[in-house]
């Protein structure tokens, strides 16, 4: 939403969203299982529950094993392994995980491990099956299911071409042809099948077709391959054995009814092969007398996706390949490795899958919803401890202990058998940087520390800051305090006022240097590539910041040296204990959990998710830009509550003249502009602009800028700002929306009753949250006056003037 083209795709993808995403607010809840995890009602659910005979229920999950589990299949085993806790009250375990390894080309041992690893992650030691389920255990039986269909004249052996066979197959519009083999008798068949199967064909050289329909509607049923030939690969499980290998769509439903699978539930791209894996099970138990322990029931529902983020093995495979991230486990992929180590809890991951429901509708979810998540549940688990991310020295000058004193903390603050820790407090501690506002007039609400002012060290003394010591560039590196002995503990003497600021800190000789990684959305984009075609254009360059030199208090390190003990004698005795198992809530600062490239010489956190979100969903209480730095918002633990600009006082609009337009070399929808910004230089602006208004007609024309938005590569060129556009009734363009008339280029404009306080640059995702809100509530009344969603008009900041539009009554885009 940077510029106009991408902002009014993001206003139709929204509008659709709204139409298609399923409801989030949970339906009626089901039931609250064991595990804490409450299952809403859904279709299949339902389906499950009428069926005619209560018999227990056997599900499964059945991953390939050639990529990393991610999000996506996290919904998948959660509605599995879900059911299984829902409808099998007698509390055995009927869900099964079954690699479906059928293509030795692309799969192997070490994805198999992952995925071991993390589905039991997900679903905890005791639901986890004792036995890994593998397609490839059964592939005699499969081998025999295709000789009985060879020899009731259901399969034949085929020597076309990949080419040749896509030639034969026919289109969505017109039917398919039959091969020139399709008529060969079986014994024929049967004994090329078994020539294959010897090695005696090269790979590639036969198939073996599924004899069924050429002209059916359904192109999986124009005879599709059920076998092929790798001679010369190596199965992970079976070694050399075979040189023939089923297709999925032969071995997925036999492999499901060898295991006596009631209800084979998948993602809906597997709709349309129902009726063929239906056709293989009802061919061979009725023309060639096999029989299976079930007869499964297929039930499609709609993947997951996610916002900002990828959920496709082959594009996390890309990522990992090409070195994009560290790794399958770097903490900003959505693979289980990497939330994992990031920090998220399986009891997150379950409540978000559960939340999120199951429906056949497709829905684009905002990584937000699992961070929300992520915070409900770490509020309950998180122990809570003091950071300071950015250290500023303070010392007491009052303070005459030589040692230190110990405060007395609760480890959680609503759950006492947390138990307490020990804070130790001294002459000299640190507070962090940007509790500290160094200057005259501090931002309106800021209540923290300020020459000459007071603060409340959390759970400590009242401090007053008497000096600002300043390196030789004026920077403050050290505040010169006294301190209140009244106040300990929290205490306000009475007859005297409450000090409102309240701040985290640490001892400066007890803490604890350790490193800690800030992360941010891995892509930029909510749809990664939906700009330009290739997802990797739009990979977020800030996605982490490591910060080292920041301090934690030391019961963070005892507890951390414990863990790393136990990471470490579980990993030999195979127990599930992983880093970021051990996981706080740093306060003011946001939950945090140990990262595995810890070591006892040094610690690194991550951060799993801010304390509050700051994506979105609170109108104020906003991260301010400033300086390219984002100050911390107080309030998280109980500090500050600084008063900060409300969304649309952030934005700047500004009167703006563009000067030339031209066509964009790479995209016809956009055009390249000058836009004078009353700046020194030119502003270049790429709007999607080329199908509504030429060259010239733009050229010298008066429009309304944003420009405070973090500058955007469109199409490779770089844009500086977005103009506005206003629909017409009808939702098309209808053409720019003009400041005032006789604005000067450069005027701000500013919404009545507000005032108008510009971040520096709208970069952090809070702030482009803040823009979207405001964005999204413009709007032009029936007087072709501009308005925001809480009807305050847009005028200029000058002269008071409206900014209006010749449309009236239309949306801004
Ligand atoms: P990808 O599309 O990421 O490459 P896949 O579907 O090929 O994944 P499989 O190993 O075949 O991966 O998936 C195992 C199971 O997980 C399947 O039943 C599949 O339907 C389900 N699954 C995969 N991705 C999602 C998703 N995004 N949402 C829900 N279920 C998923
Ligand atoms: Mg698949």
Redesign the pocket.
Known sequence: MKASLPRHLLLSTLLALALLHPALPLTVPSKTTKTGVTYPTNFISKIIADRPDPTPVCMR???????F?????A???C?NFGLNEQFNEDGVMRTNVRM?DTNPLKESPFYVDSITKDTRWLIGKAAFPNKIMSTSSYFDEIYSCAEKLISNGLAYVDDLSPDEMRELRGTLTSPGHNSPNRDKIPTENLRLFQEMTRGEHPTGSLTLRAKIDMSSPNLNLRDPVIYRILTNTTHHNTGDKWNVYPMYDFSHPISDAIEGITHS???L??EDHRVLYDWVLDSLTQSCGHSFPTRPRQIE?????LKYTV????K?IQLVEQNHVEGWDDPRLPTLSGVRRRGFQPLALKTFCSRIGVSKTDSNIDFAELENVARETMDKTARRAFVVVEPLKVTLTNYGLDGEEDFNMARHPKDESFGERKVPFGKHIYIEESDFFDGENPPKGFKRLVAGGKVRLRNAYVITCQEVVRDENNKPIELMCTYDDRTGNGVTPEGEKRVQGIVQWVSSSSSVTCDVAQYDRLFKAELPGSATGDFLDDINPDSVSIISGARCEPSVQADCLEHLDAVENAEGGGADVYHGDLHYQFERQGYYALDSSSSREKLVFNRVVTLRDTWGGEAAGKAKQEGGKERKRGGGGGGGGDEVAKDIERVSFVAAQIKSAEQHPDAEALLICKVDVGEEEDRVVVAGLAAHMSCEELTGKMAICVANLKPSKMRGVESQGMLLGVEDGGGDFGGLLEPPEGAGVGEVMKFEGFENKPDTMMKSKGAVKAFERVVEGLRVNREGGCESGEQAAFVSATTGAAVTSKIKGGNIR
Do not use: A, M, Q
């Not at 999950?61 to 990529?67: D, H, K, S, T």
């Not at 589990?69 to 299949?73: E, M, S, V």
């Not at 959920?311 to 082959?314: A, G, M, P």
């Open positions: 999950f059945p991953p390939e094993p050639n990529g589990l991610h999000i996506g299949h919904k998948s085993i509605v479906d539930l998948c993602t791209e597997f529902f709609s993947r997951l996706n959920l496709s093995k082959r996390l």
